[in-house]
């Protein structure tokens, strides 16, 4: 999991139930989107709720908070 840490910090999460995304920013201050099925430094987005996001990659699975 440390890779994703290292890489990416999750800002936030919006959009509707159906559409939902996450917000990331990289360590070089740059902003990302993701939905749900894409991926993320090799992770999968499995699941967007409003204060966390769930994420995979092969049989280890993670859930990431929104930086407070």
Not at 6 to 27: P, V
């Amino acid at each position: 999991l440390g890779d994703v840490y290292k890489r990416q910090t999750l800002i936030s999460t919006f959009g509707s139930k159906k559409r939902k995304s996450a917000l990331f920013k990289n360590k070089n201050g740059v902003y990302q989107s993701a939905k749900i099925g894409q991926e993320i430094d090799g992770w999968k987005i499995l699941e967007i709720n409003t204060k966390n996001i769930k994420i995979q990659k092969g049989l280890q699975s993670e859930i990431i908070r929104i930086l407070k």
